[in-house]
């Protein structure tokens, strides 16, 4: 029997399996840092106690909207730390320390950091657990599923790209015959929306509601699976420049240069001089006392590491009023000394 796809094990009712009361072995603390969580958070943390025979579930609670502390509390063996106020309303800022705080608060040898949106398959802790004796921190690979709606525009095209259509039988009384081949396949709105104009029928779009489409691979041999999805967010310029931010100074702060870590540093640190986001000469300062290993490998030009720090309050008002009396200052000078 075909095992369930991935997409009907995250949906399909499943029993709760606390495999620290099923097997005889020893237990491990899991953390886990949240704010706010997705819609498969419950059907994760059965995944969880499943897979794993947890001693405690550790809790980091950033201070969230939703009800993922509601649904945390159904399970067994949880400690909630609330840290909600601790580090501010938001961990963006300090989930480091949220991390650290839950790392301290471990009672297990071996411990398990888990995202909120990770769903762990059949065999998972058994395989890592295989591992303990090559490496003291480890992690494994990721499969990404997408599970994300949004509109595609299509008043935006000329082409439909659409997936339910209607019409009448008899506006296909002279397209019928001609179609003779396979050669609609993945085109055939454009196509039929051609042949129906070209016959004096009315086409048209209805932009009042919507069908959901779905793009996941289908079963089958024949049919080629998808490689990758690109998604794009709704980010505004102060969530990247603070993202950004972070990302550069807490690799420079934390990390020797390597290739890798390099590429990374410079690419933020490229993003953030074209949001106009950092004063390079401040960052350049900030980095030698930081981990002055770094200073060589950033990707700033000599002349931008002596840009000067931008105007103080006070200096942006004097320069204004110097540049609005300069003129008078020069006219009564004219007046008062003129030339010979």
Same mark, same amino acid.
Request: proline residues 4%; charged residues 30%.
């Given at each position: ?10 949906y ?7 495999r620290k009361?099923?097997?005889n ?7 886990c840092p949240?704010i706010n969580?997705n819609?498969?958070?419950e059907?994760n943390?059965?995944s969880w106690y499943r897979?794993i025979?947890?001693?405690?579930l550790?809790?980091?609670f950033?201070g969230?909207?939703d009800n993922?502390l509601?649904i945390?509390?159904?399970f067994?063996?949880?400690i ?10 938001h ?8 991390i650290a ?7 297990t040898?071996?411990f398990i950091?888990?995202h ?5 398959p059949?065999n998972w802790? %058994? ?5 303990q %004796?090559d490496?003291d ?11 994300v709606?949004y ?5 935006k095209?000329?082409r439909?790209y ?8 008899k506006a296909?009384r002279n ?5 003779e %081949?396979?050669f ?7 196509i039929?929306?051609?042949l129906i104009?070209k ?6 779009r209805v ?12 079963r089958?041999?024949k049919?080629p699976?998808?490689?990758?999805v690109?998604?794009?967010r ?7 420049? =603070?993202i950004?931010?972070?990302?550069v100074r807490?690799i420079i702060?934390y990390c020797d240069p390597?290739?890798?870590?390099i590429r990374?540093?410079?690419? &933020?640190?490229r &993003?953030?001089?074209?949001?106009? &986001?950092i004063?390079?000469h401040?960052?350049?300062k900030?980095v030698?006392?930081t981990n ?5 490998y ?5 002349e931008? =590491?002596?840009?000067k720090?931008p105007?103080t309050l006070i200096q942006k008002?004097?320069n204004k009023?110097r ?8 006219k009564? %000078?004219s ?6």
């Amino acid at each position: 029997m075909k095992e369930d796809s991935i997409f009907q094990r995250y949906y399909k009712e499943k029993k709760f399996i606390d495999r620290k009361n099923s097997l005889n072995e020893e237990s491990i603390d899991v953390i886990c840092p949240i704010i706010n969580t997705n819609e498969l958070f419950e059907i994760n943390l059965y995944s969880w106690y499943r897979q794993i025979p947890i001693n405690r579930l550790l809790i980091g609670f950033g201070g969230g909207t939703d009800n993922s502390l509601e649904i945390v509390k159904k399970f067994p063996r949880v400690i909630i730390i609330d840290q909600s106020t601790k580090y501010g309303e938001h961990l963006y800022g300090s989930q480091g320390i949220s991390i650290a705080e839950l790392i301290s608060s471990v009672e297990t040898e071996w411990f398990i950091y888990l995202h909120s949106d990770v769903y762990l398959p059949d065999n998972w802790y %058994d395989t890592m657990i295989k591992h303990q %004796d090559d490496y003291d921190w480890f992690e494994c690979g990721r499969i990404i599923t997408t599970l994300v709606s949004y509109k595609h525009e299509i008043d935006k095209h000329k082409r439909a790209y659409s997936g339910s259509q209607m019409g009448r039988k008899k506006a296909f009384r002279n397209i019928i015959p001609i179609i003779e %081949d396979g050669f609609l396949q993945n085109n055939e709105d454009i196509i039929f929306q051609e042949l129906i104009l070209k016959e004096g029928y009315k086409y048209g779009r209805v932009l009042d509601t919507k069908h959901y489409h779905q793009v996941m691979n289908k079963r089958g041999e024949k049919e080629p699976k998808y490689k990758r999805v690109e998604i794009e967010r709704f980010l505004t310029q102060d969530w990247k420049e =603070k993202i950004y931010n972070v990302q550069v100074r807490g690799i420079i702060k934390y990390c020797d240069p390597k290739p890798y870590l390099i590429r990374e540093v410079n690419g &933020a640190l490229r &993003a953030l001089k074209w949001y106009k &986001a950092i004063n390079l000469h401040d960052f350049t300062k900030w980095v030698e006392k930081t981990n002055s290993s770094w200073v060589d490998y950033l990707d700033i030009s000599e002349e931008e =590491k002596k840009q000067k720090p931008p105007p103080t309050l006070i200096q942006k008002v004097y320069n204004k009023l110097r540049d609005m009396l300069n003129p008078l200052i020069k006219k009564l %000078d004219s007046l008062i000394n003129p030339r010979k």
